[in-house]
């Protein structure tokens, strides 16, 4: 096996051109994550791009599928050789849907490459929860034991020493980071649930051609879906109770509204022994942290704040025995791809910011 | 003197052109209500359009304010005059603000009118809260006692006789119907409170020139605020717990969409003694309602599809001990002024659907 | 062959009740068009909804297609028997798509009834400029000839007594209606073309489910399409060349915008011979006409204005030896099913406002 | 006195930050323009923000005005003092409106500043044509004539020694960028006007708190405004002509479509001696720009694959006499502050795309 070593930035500044850069796949071209990790990491100092890989044929060109590439990323996409990638890449982007990515995955990790998935497949250690979650048998055992989740705010250090990391999902990035803060120190109560309602842009849905997301469906409206049986809801709940040391429940209703990109979460936490100032705990709480901003009590985070940006914001309030945090970020940046290229940067040493200012 | 007399049909079929009709005179018509109530007046057979009444000089063609009411409303504002409108109406919706109409609303009573107010000055029996949450002393203690609030669904015999109707707010509209047939069968635990979030389209703010309503404001762009601090919580709280004859506490939190019409509303029920089968409970709570319309399990509303009408569709499902309903309305028809036409309608004998078709 | 004879309104006033109904068949009920005639037709007090069909198995509710639809038409959908539908309707509209529409239409007007074709393929007389844009053979040269274009503003008198009317294309019917009272008056140069740019939402592509008319793809998006190349400028031209009785050109650009409904059209004609006040003529060109609104000078149609109603604005200026004209329309109302109402109104005699106020 | 020599790079490796950055000031900084421009100088290697200059008391932070600067621009404004500015600056940019601009230009020049005005002050070589769009007299004769129209693709040489850049405006950046290769060519006939029309979205209008600009009255609508009658019509007239060596007539209409940034427009230029393949002639024209893209034969440009970029995408196609080409920007961009500091780049000799990659 061989081990994607830490290139050890010894150069002072930012280093720019002192060091070798990290090659970096992406496999599963044509869809929204992989635009956005393509147009990161075109602009980052530390990385290079390898291979595209798509299931397409005959290999397109990337701006067929993507033509706001034109001009930054300019490569044709190859079929999936597991041998060629590992060969020509220190790390791989997985954006392919979940169900197909652990196919893949397993191959890239035995062939000796680092991973990080952007699909659902590695987020649950408990097979029996994906299985029933995503309704079919996980078809990686093998790799899963081993897998980290991807939330830095919670695992920096594993991940740092993690071949395979699974990449949070938006909505549970958005709600687990405002419900942290007090999970995590105990002050939430466990009887009763965590209650979380998050609207997303459309984009959130990936690239589906489906009528549901056609614009005469979307524009003027608002739906909710899913409600109290979205599969992001178990990924919040086994998060926060591991955080917790214990089982946490979580009562998740998505919205659907029309926009592109964003979401905008709402968690409820019952509170006991909680600090009077919530504003005070969550700004020490992420004290330090590059990417969450914690905002001054009486104002609230907008996703437009946050469009474009690997930021979440959160405004937290008391109302009677609950905090109610309501948190933005952009779905496709923070909640998947600027998220993914945070791992990469923590996993190779980089500075965690680069490309992602 | 109360001369506003039932005109009863006796013309057998629809009855169109055989009875008086209604003398409606709107006061307040620069804005959106005032706009959806005379589209929704001049197409009903059993009403005429009287006076319109503008604080705007000198006395402005409503099609200045709404350029779309040409070819439907031909008539110039005129200055109010308490006892003109009195004399040639039978009924007066105010659209004005909150805080401006009870200035004008106890003078039209007082002068023998009937009255709609879509304002939030005559919601609250209660004169305290009214005075925390608008920031004002109740400039109509004379006629607050008398007022009917205006939810058909829960008042209608009331507001066959009331004088002065108080019609509710679009949020308290949508949240309340969402938790009103378990809420009113005392199958909500009242130890914890009702949380509710709901997302509503820009015209729901009136038609204020402020920066926060500008088009790049709001477009692709989702925000919360007012968190659990928003005057249409206590609104809420006083109609349940009237209704469940005890205190019924509200977390609310609103969120601004970029859309023009609707409200999506999300209602958690703490639940205690509720049957099994709660879709078809809300079923037969609400059989024999024209404007209420429970979907079948496992549907969830859309605004788009009750966008222009006086509906409020609503799904409801179990997580754990908890109902979520999921309610939609449009905010301008059964969350302002299709909701006062439907008063309208039981105060003076019509149909209940006319006009609202 | 039966003759879909006038009921005569001989009661005075509206008439309501006293007259047989027009039974109103829609064939091809899936798409947009056919819901907005339904929505038309089922608040029109002159006619009623007989048969729905659809080719879709085994027969859908038609609330299935358009959930909005709930409450105003209940009913489901047949497979076509063109015997059944004449037996049960005195006229058909067809929301079928182009190509598909002659194979149905023929078959109809042969079994006793009238016809208002939704589609393009009655629209030119001449076929061999059918088959080079649409790029099939028409197959029902049969009728062909005695179709009427079904542009009230032009063939009213000819309408009246069609069998077949060829209800004109959404583009057409914006453009020709800005150019017109220039053209018919011959005030329009002809040896330079008539130039036309339109924008228009997304409804007016029809219901396709293709990634270019995804939320993802027309959000904050736009573009122009088949730029001189559209299938409605043909269409334009012809119907402006006949009322001219020459050969006009037409250059046309049509864009689509980030909107559900409406066009906006700018039409560019050289002129020769025309009066100083453009606004005067066109204004006198449409006196009378019940759904063409000319603006005063210096005011422009919005869109807004006309969404849901089946009015055509215009505005109309001098600048050097051009008219520019801007109109607006709903395309899916003035643009085609309410434009299908307004011919259908006429073709029975009824007042030609019915079921369009 | 004229100080802004370049500092020339005598680090080796790419350059940053070895070389001494060139120093800008911002004025004007609450509107759209100034944040794009933050935004882009912020990460732009060769640069340092120096001064921000806002009329606004007391000194507000920049992210009062521009929340999502936040993380990225951290400084106060302060009020204007040309001697200050100009110590501290190597060049300007000034987001003022015009009318405004120049009040502040003409005393930074004299205090030894380069000067990019993003207003449409100095964009008129005659001060007549500025007085009669503008409505007033121009009031920095002194600097008028030494200002460069800052189109690089027109004027790249006299840009870089210019001491005061005039950059245009959005709609003339993409009609006149659509035209060139014709007019530039003596393709296009003079005797007939060049017909164009531009769909832009709401922020090119600024940062104005006005109905017209309020979500409600955007949303869903499309409208023409100042038919034949904008300002930037001339401006387009008057690059062109200049091009030419002799007058060409534009005729323009602007439409609002409801999106916040991009402009797509479309020229029809009336062709004498034009070659057959317009794409070859485009493409050859436009070679070595590193900012405009010209599009294969039956490509047209969409406004969101230019989005946040500075490039101009261009198509066009022969229809009979007249060649139609259509141009996308995104207007605060490339029409604006990309542009901006594109003129910047060429005046101080950096990489032109430097920052706007």
């Not at 994550?33 to 291979?51: F, P």
């Not at 652990?102 to 990080?116: P, S």
């Not at 979650?133 to 920096?156: M, S, T």
């Amino acid at each position: 096996m061989r081990v994607c070593a830490h290139f050890k930035d010894t150069s002072g500044g930012n280093g720019v051109g002192r060091m070798k850069k990290i090659r970096v796949s992406v496999l599963g071209v044509s869809g929204y994550t992989a635009r956005e990790a393509l147009k990161i990491l075109a602009r980052h100092d530390g990385v290079e791009i390898a291979q595209l890989v798509s299931r397409s044929e005959p290999s397109p060109h990337v701006t067929q599928f993507h033509p706001e590439l034109a001009g930054l990323v300019d490569k044709r996409c190859r079929t999936f050789d597991a041998r060629s990638v590992a060969a020509e890449s220190d790390v791989v982007l997985s954006c392919l849907p979940h169900k197909t990515s652990f196919e893949y995955c397993g191959k890239l990790l035995d062939a000796g490459c680092r991973v990080v998935d952007l699909s659902a497949d590695y987020r649950f250690q408990d097979q029996e929860t994906y299985k029933h979650w995503y309704g079919v048998e996980h078809g990686d055992l093998e790799h899963l034991a081993e897998a980290v989740y991807g939330l830095p705010e919670i695992n920096r250090d594993r991940i740092r020493e993690a071949r395979l990391v699974a990449n949070p999902g938006c909505y549970p990035t958005a709600v687990t980071l405002a419900a942290l803060p007090l999970v995590a120190k105990g002050m939430a109560r466990r009887s009763i649930p965590l209650i979380a309602v998050a609207a997303s842009g459309v984009s959130g849905a990936g690239r589906k051609i489906i009528e549901q997301f056609m614009f005469c469906s979307v524009h003027e409206n608002v739906y909710a879906y899913k409600v109290g049986a979205h599969q992001h809801a178990p990924e919040m709940a086994a998060t926060l109770s591991e955080v917790r040391g214990g089982r946490v429940e979580v009562l998740f209703t998505p919205y659907l509204v029309p926009m592109d990109r964003g979401i905008l979460a709402t968690v409820h936490v019952p509170l006991k022994d909680a600090p009077k100032n919530l504003t005070e705990h969550y700004t020490e709480f992420y004290r330090g942290e590059p990417f969450v901003r914690v905002l001054p009590p009486g104002e609230w985070p907008q996703t437009k704040y946050v469009w474009g940006t690997n930021v979440c914001a959160i405004g937290v309030t008391r109302v009677g025995d609950y905090a109610v945090a309501v948190s933005a970020i952009d779905n496709l940046i923070k909640g998947a791809s600027g998220q993914a290229v945070h791992n990469l940067n923590i996993m190779f040493g980089l500075n965690e910011t680069a490309g992602l200012k």
